[in-house]
């Protein structure tokens, strides 16, 4: 039986994923405060613009790291990892300048979406591979 290799890659990953997500959180409360807002976004553009960044943020995150680390574990290459882990972050770190804008369609959004996107893609057929190819 074949032993899996430690997702090293997608723990570093993880963690800066971690860090981003609750200095977006924390960008978040501090908008709540200022608006005093505490439930819902009450039509305030600036709230709605910082809850975007948090939650497209989290739905986003959590699901590429988890595939990342079965990728890793499957045996994909470390540089493949690192590489689709670099394009993720930096993707998403993109999305949410993106959405820190008041005119919310601008290139850093778009690129973050791409970027999410391709690293999304690539990572999933890579995954499905890895599976066929483990399954005989």
Same mark, same amino acid.
């Given at each position: 039986?074949? /032993? =899996?290799?430690? $997702?090293?890659?997608?723990?570093?990953?993880?963690?800066?994923?971690i #860090?981003?997500?609750?200095?977006?959180l924390?960008?978040?409360v501090?908008?709540r405060?200022?608006?005093?807002q /505490?439930?819902? &976004?009450a039509?305030? $553009?600036a709230?709605?613009?910082a809850?975007?960044?948090h939650?497209n943020?989290? &739905?986003n995150?959590?699901i590429?790291?988890?595939?990342?680390?079965?990728a &890793?574990?499957?045996?994909a290459?470390r540089?493949?990892?690192?590489?689709?882990?670099? =394009?993720?972050?930096l993707?998403?770190i993109?999305?949410?300048?993106?959405?820190?804008?008041?005119?919310?369609?601008n $290139?850093?959004?778009?690129?973050?979406? #791409?970027?999410?996107?391709?690293a999304?893609?690539?990572?999933?057929?890579r995954?499905?591979?890895?599976?066929?190819?483990h399954?005989?």
């Amino acid at each position: 039986m074949q /032993s =899996l290799a430690q $997702p090293v890659v997608s723990a570093i990953t993880a963690g800066v994923l971690i #860090i981003a997500q609750m200095a977006l959180l924390w960008a978040t409360v501090l908008v709540r405060r200022r608006v005093r807002q /505490s439930l819902g &976004e009450a039509g305030d $553009p600036a709230l709605t613009r910082a809850v975007r960044r948090h939650g497209n943020f989290a &739905e986003n995150a959590a699901i590429f790291v988890a595939c990342l680390a079965l990728a &890793e574990m499957l045996g994909a290459a470390r540089w493949f990892v690192a590489a689709l882990a670099a =394009l993720f972050v930096l993707g998403r770190i993109a999305h949410a300048i993106g959405l820190s804008q008041t005119n919310t369609v601008n $290139p850093w959004r778009v690129g973050g979406v #791409i970027a999410t996107i391709t690293a999304g893609l690539i990572l999933g057929v890579r995954l499905v591979m890895l599976g066929v190819a483990h399954l005989g």
